[in-house]
């Protein structure tokens, strides 16, 4: 057997990336909470036969992977690549960069995601896939900067709800740097700019 390696970096000394600002949301926190809506899909989904977890590329991966462990329900996985059209501010403009190959008319979704923000990207999607008739869809979503909606979506099953600050970690990112934080941390802008 190989040597069991810890994955967790040391929260309070070695920060990996030299913009961080503050730990908002530990490891360990993460991980209680993910098990807690783990246990409520796997209640309020105690009657379904085709559950499809749609997960939104690629920021939901690291939430999506260790969810999925947490439902005691059989259930298939898929993804969906999604951008903005202009710029990093959401426009409600969103280009399909690739989509889910499974038939979800008559199975019932949770559209999982890392974040909502101006929620112009769930909101989007949302309306997509009900075009295509699944028997039900919800929204699940790690973190939520409820001050920041700029539309109206229902996030049925939400891990934390945050300030308006920009985050990074267990999947999210700046420029695609930080993704492999194992906990949500603030990102220094002024820091980041330097780096
Ligand atoms: P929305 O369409 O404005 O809700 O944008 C959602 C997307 O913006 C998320 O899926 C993230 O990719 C990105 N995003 C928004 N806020 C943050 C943040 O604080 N950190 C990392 N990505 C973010
Ligand atoms: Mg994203």
Sequence with gaps: MGQIISTSFDQSTGAPYPFLGQVL??????EQRVCTLGEQITRDYQDSEHLLLLGLLRGSVMFITDLMRQIRRPLTMDFMSVSS???SESTGFIRIDADHKTNIHGWD????DDIVDTGYTIHTVRKLLLERRPRSLKICALLDKA???RVDIPVDYMGFSIPDEFVVGYGLDIDEKGRNLPYIASVDLEKYRKS
């Excluded at 949301?25 to 993460?30: D, L, R, Y």
């Design 109 to 112: 979704v949770i559209l999982i």
């Design 85 to 87: 059209y202009a710029g």
């Design 147 to 149: 001050e920041r909606h």
């Design 25 to 30: 949301i530990t490891a360990q926190e993460i």
